[in-house]
């Protein structure tokens, strides 16, 4: 019988599933794939944040896991929540692609003054790099959001430049250095959760990169013991070991930042819990600027 690999069905979350299914096939095991719908993808009409964050994404295909609709879902690991529930792991972690946000624009840079993006880490790093510059709300797919750039709704946008590679798009524009926009925690990296089931996890971890999931356990580490989730400008990017965090305030105004080499998880958790510490501030007002209740604010991702 073929394992049912699951999805969302935007046309970038398809080729993901679609490279997970490739090389499954090329180890000889019988696969397909299943869409499953999830409120995220429906209502594109307000910002992420509001209705529940990337974990939304997630939770469905979680849901359908556990109800054996299917047996894995492939996900981009950076929208996988810290808090899973019980039964799923993630059970493969693909050699990373490019970890970079991509600033996609047709014009002279000095020229682009309105840039469309929903990501408050984005937002955040963009008016630290220039404060002049106007943020506008963007959501939807890529090829949505291609189009309004296009229809000249902003003069750039800012996509991840893996999610562009994966979907062979070639645009305009320039690479956002990780070392000064720091992506999002696990940016770049496809994962595959799975039911806890032996047989389950041991297919799919013939696909596990040891390099990749060691930084994105650090990065996740770090991203726990800071908490915020997608409602703080943080970013947490980790290459061979070495850590870059950044925690900026909503304005772009003020940043808390660590730059270490890191050995260990158990040290990840460490300077997690210092960089919680020193931006706890920024933390508290980027949740009472956004209207959420900060009662979940603790000293880590799961509190």
């Known amino acids: 019988m073929a394992l049912k690999i699951g999805t969302r069905g935007s046309r970038l979350a398809m080729v ?11 180890k000889g095991i019988d696969v397909e794939k299943k869409v499953i719908t999830t409120e995220g993808d429906t209502n594109t009409g307000v910002p992420l944040h509001e209705i529940g964050g990337q974990g939304l994404f997630v939770r469905a295909l979680d849901d359908a ?4 609709e299917i047996d894995a879902a492939v996900h981009s690991m950076k929208d996988i929540p810290a808090i899973r529930p019980p039964g799923v792991l993630t059970s493969a972690v693909l050699t990373r692609d490019s970890p970079a946000d991509f600033l996609a624009h047709d014009k002279n840079i000095d020229l682009v003054k309105v840039v469309g993006t929903s990501s408050t880490r984005r937002k955040a790093q963009l008016l630290r790099y220039d404060p002049s510059v ?112 950044s925690v900026l305030s909503l304005d772009g105004t003020r940043e808390v930042r660590v730059d270490h080499d890191i050995r260990t998880v158990a040290e990840a958790r460490e300077r997690g819990r210092e960089l919680h510490t020193e931006a706890r501030d920024l933390i508290k007002e980027a949740y009472t600027l956004l209207g959420i209740s900060t009662r979940e604010i603790g000293a880590g991702g799961s509190k």
């Not at 993901?16 to 090329?26: E, G, I, K, P, S």
């Not at 297919?203 to 390099?211: A, G, Q």
């Open 65 to 68: 896991i556990l109800r054996h």
């Open 16 to 26: 993901q599933a679609d490279r997970v299914c490739t090389m499954l096939r090329a």
């Open 134 to 245: 106007i943020v506008a709300a963007l959501r939807g797919n890529v090829d949505t959001r291609i189009k309004k750039l296009a229809d000249g709704e902003y003069d750039a946008i800012v996509l991840a430049e893996a999610g562009l590679e994966r979907l062979s798009l070639t645009l305009p524009g320039e690479r956002l250095p990780p070392e000064q926009f720091v992506p999002s925690p696990n940016q770049g990296t496809i994962a595959i959760v799975s039911r806890m089931d032996p047989s389950l996890t041991e297919t799919m971890s013939l696909l596990d990169d040891p390099v990749t999931r060691s930084d994105v356990a650090i990065e996740r580490a770090v991203m726990e013991e800071v908490g915020g989730g997608c409602f703080t400008p943080l970013g947490i990017y980790c290459r061979n070991g070495h850590l870059i965090a």
